[in-house]
């Protein structure tokens, strides 16, 4: 193989030696495995294993973030500064999979490339979440519950049903100035506001008279 090369093994199949560029190869099986450079740079042609369920992938100079299998879990464990994922490709997700007990291949989460998250089922949150302005139904963009400034409001069909705000006085308003009825219910009982002039209907839901009672 010439002086820049260390026969490993009887045959050839395993060797190594250094090219022209000062680059070291190490073959096995008389095909290549592992270049290094002069700039310490380390290129594997194949798959890099780690065998043993205590066996750590080591990243930075304290080990500062490992990639290790336990035997039953699998983790990635960052122990300095923020843990960044990046997918830079245009118009291409981040997609984490799972898979059920019935070997079925399932899509929890998916960060979209516009910055939007698609959840395929429940989120289950132990605590709060912190919403910047609106809930919005998917496929229906009037239909939404809007967070503001000690203010909420409730919109479907662009037309708002529940206003709640917190100011000098505290005020709770059902229905809109649109032609809106309200019917507010409790067991067999209800009040409704007839949209169209205002009338009350007690457990009557055809107020003839600026009120009318139905019953005793």
Known sequence: FGTNSLLLKAGGATHLDCSSDQTTHLYGGNALALSINTSQNATFTGSVHLDSDSAQLQLGDDNDMQIFHNGTNGFIKNNIGDLEIHNLEEN?????????????????????????????????VGNIIYIAEKISHTGDSDTYLDFQTDRITLKAGNIEFVDCSEGGQ????????????????GGDGYIFIQGSDGYIGINDITPSYP?????N
């Open 92 to 124: 291409d997700d981040i997609i984490f999979y799972t898979k059920d007990i019935s070997s079925a291949i399932h899509t929890p989460l998916t960060l979209h490339s516009g910055g939007a998250a698609t959840f395929e089922n429940d989120i289950s």
């Open 170 to 185: 505290d005020v709770l308003t059902l229905g809109a100035a649109s032609d809106m009825d309200v019917n507010m219910r």
């Open 211 to 215: 009120l009318d009672v139905n019953g």
